[in-house]
């Protein structure tokens, strides 16, 4: 079960129909992305001497050189280990000694720092340089022939960061992968060759995940030139490519309905806007669903169960008329075809209808377990059941409401950001004693992140600059906090640990009043 078969069934059935898009532009078609990919998957084995399971990451930006790799990496029976390309160099660093990976696909952007990383990751051999001259020469060999994959080998790592401030890679099979698939097409949406999909969301993301049902069915994979969502872009490639969809996130949501491209655009050839990752508030869902109309599924998944919990599809969101709309509106939806949900209190007895607890998930598509993790496998896979850390209660109705994560995360942008990490990098500074990290309600990325510090004794408190710094100097940018908040003490509990309910209530409050502050706040004198 090789899922790159798709592209040879596809080249047969579909040989000059567009497949990969760089804009308006056909990049390849489906008889051209078969032939790369086994010109690709024979260099990537004889040129390169990788064996199959052996592991290859992608870092770079979308771009059609990504898709190919990824099906060059599964065609050639390998592991493919998506990276975000927006992380810090010390977090890639750790993602490729992590998961052993021999061989990196990284574009010009990124060839630099990654190829400085050959020699400190014990594992990396090399760095192709995509499109370049090593591509080329990996392009040039002869095709071989399809590495036949079982269904429980593993296809995709998905490194997801945890409460410890270190990934995990979430094994996804190729079973997974097929079923999460096949979910899409029971849940979601169809597809046929005259769709086709936008990937203006990171491929290394869901946006990659909900890509492979669209290569299944043979329809083309649309890359933006600007490589993220641009109103008037998106707006001249619905003229140019029929049945579009997209995965999107909800701040990318609420800006494609306040764009004036978009709505004055012909929405004729606009399918399905899939959004997910972060919690999308009612207001803007409802102005969207006026302004681009009945085109938006939303999804509930984690990497662990590959973007397939829960969803509410386009039914669902056409329903008006239905009594409770606005409470179906608000949750993320019901179980999925292939899945089984439950909700669950501290010792995993389900609770009842409306009671909040803990959501469970199982099913084929589930990933078997972390990469390298034995112990937080058994513990996040106990019992056989997926435990999210999100904590929900289901509706009379069977649709699930999320109320908490447990897990801590903020989803800022519909980037996860785990504060853990964030106070890791914070604590760095000399003059931090302590820090809280937390996220705050934000009408443009839904969250942002809030530091709480309390400076050290005898020491002068820090500046923002210097604990940006602190941050920068360890993580992604985007992980940097939006706001600093310096405190003499953080709220603790009797046993003395922090309680960040405290904080997030009063950021709440901030946010309903509108008294939040609006700038970073200085340290006290």
Same mark, same amino acid.
């Given at each position: 079960?090789?899922?790159?078969?798709?592209?040879?069934?596809?080249?047969? @059935?579909?040989?000059?129909?567009?497949?990969?898009?760089?804009?308006?532009?056909?990049?390849?078609?489906?008889?051209?992305?078969?032939?790369?990919?086994?010109?690709?998957?024979?260099?990537?084995?004889?040129?390169?001497?990788?064996?199959?399971?052996?592991?290859?990451?992608?870092?770079?930006?979308?771009?059609?050189?990504?898709?190919?790799? @990824?099906?060059?990496?599964?065609?050639?029976?390998?592991?493919?280990?998506?990276?975000?390309? +927006?992380?810090?160099?010390?977090?890639?660093?750790?993602?490729?000694?992590?998961?052993?990976?021999?061989?990196?696909?990284?574009?010009?952007?990124?060839?630099?720092?990654?190829?400085? /990383?050959?020699?400190?990751?014990?594992?990396?051999?090399?760095?192709?340089?995509?499109?370049?001259?090593?591509?080329?020469?990996?392009?040039?060999?002869?095709?071989?022939?399809?590495?036949?994959?079982?269904?429980?080998?593993?296809?995709?790592?998905?490194?997801?960061?945890?409460?410890?401030?270190?990934?995990?890679?979430?094994?996804?099979?190729?079973?997974?992968?097929?079923?999460?698939?096949?979910?899409?097409?029971?849940?979601?949406?169809?597809?046929?060759?005259?769709?086709?999909?936008?990937?203006?969301?990171?491929?290394?993301?869901?946006?990659? /995940? =909900?890509? /492979?049902?669209?290569?299944?069915?043979?329809?083309?994979?649309?890359?933006?030139?600007?490589?993220?969502?641009?109103?008037?872009?998106?707006?001249?490639?619905?003229?140019?490519?029929?049945?579009?969809?997209?995965?999107?996130?909800?701040?990318?949501?609420?800006? %494609?309905?306040?764009?004036?491209?978009?709505?004055?655009?012909?929405?004729?050839?606009?399918?399905?806007?899939?959004?997910?990752?972060?919690?999308?508030?009612?207001?803007?869902?409802?102005?969207?669903?006026?302004?681009?109309?009945?085109?938006?599924?939303?999804?509930?998944?984690?990497?662990?169960?590959?973007?397939?919990?829960?969803?509410?599809?386009?039914?669902?969101?056409?329903?008006?008329?239905?009594?409770?709309?606005?409470?179906?509106?608000?949750?993320?939806?019901?179980?999925?075809?292939?899945?089984?949900? +439950?909700?669950?209190?501290?010792?995993?007895?389900?609770?009842?209808?409306?009671?909040?607890?803990?959501?469970?998930?199982?099913?084929?598509?589930?990933?078997?377990?972390?990469?390298?993790?034995?112990?937080?496998?058994?513990?996040?896979?106990?019992?056989?059941?997926?435990?999210?850390?999100?904590?929900?209660?289901?509706?009379?109705?069977?649709?699930?409401?999320?109320?908490?994560?447990?897990?801590? %995360?903020?989803?800022?942008?519909?980037?996860?950001? =785990?504060?853990?990490?964030?106070?890791?990098?914070?604590?760095?500074?000399?003059?931090?004693?302590?820090?809280?990290?937390?996220?705050?309600?934000?009408?443009?990325?839904?969250?942002?992140?809030?530091?709480?510090?309390?400076?050290?004794?005898?020491?002068?408190?820090?500046?923002?600059?210097?604990?940006?710094?602190?941050?920068?100097?360890? %993580?992604?940018?985007?992980?940097?906090?939006?706001?600093?908040?310096?405190?003499?003490?953080?709220?603790?509990?009797?046993?003395?640990?922090?309680?960040?309910?405290?904080?997030?209530?009063?950021?709440?409050?901030?946010?309903?009043?509108?008294?939040?502050?609006?700038?970073? @706040?200085?340290?006290?004198?």
């Amino acid at each position: 079960m090789n899922v790159a078969t798709w592209l040879d069934r596809n080249a047969r @059935q579909l040989p000059d129909h567009a497949a990969i898009a760089d804009g308006a532009r056909v990049h390849a078609t489906w008889r051209d992305w078969a032939a790369r990919s086994a010109a690709l998957s024979t260099g990537l084995r004889e040129l390169l001497g990788l064996s199959t399971g052996d592991r290859v990451a992608i870092i770079m930006r979308n771009r059609p050189e990504y898709l190919e790799a @990824q099906f060059a990496i599964w065609r050639a029976g390998l592991v493919a280990v998506p990276v975000n390309a +927006r992380l810090h160099r010390d977090e890639i660093a750790f993602v490729l000694s992590h998961s052993g990976t021999s061989v990196v696909v990284a574009d010009e952007e990124h060839a630099e720092d990654i190829s400085s /990383l050959v020699g400190e990751v014990p594992s990396l051999r090399t760095v192709v340089v995509a499109p370049g001259e090593d591509w080329q020469r990996l392009l040039a060999s002869a095709a071989g022939p399809l590495v036949d994959r079982a269904p429980g080998d593993a296809a995709w790592l998905f490194y997801t960061s945890g409460t410890t401030g270190r990934p995990k890679g979430a094994t996804l099979t190729f079973r997974n992968l097929l079923m999460a698939s096949l979910s899409y097409f029971a849940d979601v949406d169809s597809v046929t060759p005259r769709d086709s999909i936008l990937q203006s969301a990171p491929l290394s993301h869901g946006a990659g /995940l =909900y890509g /492979l049902p669209h290569v299944a069915k043979g329809a083309t994979s649309v890359i933006p030139i600007s490589g993220g969502v641009d109103g008037e872009e998106i707006a001249w490639l619905l003229d140019r490519w029929s049945g579009m969809s997209l995965f999107a996130a909800p701040t990318m949501v609420r800006r %494609l309905a306040t764009d004036p491209h978009v709505v004055n655009a012909n929405l004729d050839h606009a399918r399905t806007i899939i959004y997910g990752g972060a919690p999308m508030y009612l207001a803007d869902l409802q102005y969207a669903l006026d302004v681009i109309g009945p085109k938006f599924a939303q999804i509930y998944g984690q990497g662990e169960a590959p973007m397939t919990i829960t969803g509410l599809s386009k039914a669902d969101h056409a329903a008006r008329d239905h009594p409770r709309f606005e409470q179906h509106l608000q949750s993320v939806g019901v179980p999925r075809t292939d899945v089984e949900v +439950r909700v669950v209190d501290e010792q995993d007895v389900d609770v009842p209808v409306g009671e909040l607890g803990e959501v469970l998930v199982r099913g084929e598509v589930v990933m078997p377990g972390y990469w390298e993790e034995p112990e937080a496998t058994a513990e996040t896979l106990r019992g056989g059941w997926l435990h999210t850390g999100d904590i929900g209660a289901f509706d009379e109705d069977g649709y699930l409401t999320l109320h908490d994560r447990s897990k801590d %995360l903020v989803i800022s942008g519909g980037m996860n950001i =785990y504060p853990r990490e964030v106070e890791e990098a914070l604590l760095h500074h000399p003059a931090v004693e302590a820090v809280a990290v937390t996220g705050r309600p934000d009408a443009e990325w839904g969250e942002a992140l809030v530091a709480f510090v309390v400076p050290s004794d005898g020491t002068k408190p820090p500046s923002p600059a210097e604990l940006d710094a602190a941050c920068l100097d360890r %993580l992604a940018r985007y992980k940097r906090p939006k706001e600093y908040r310096f405190l003499d003490a953080l709220p603790t509990n009797n046993y003395g640990k922090v309680v960040k309910r405290e904080l997030r209530d009063q950021l709440q409050a901030e946010a309903h009043t509108g008294s939040a502050p609006g700038t970073t @706040q200085e340290p006290p004198v």
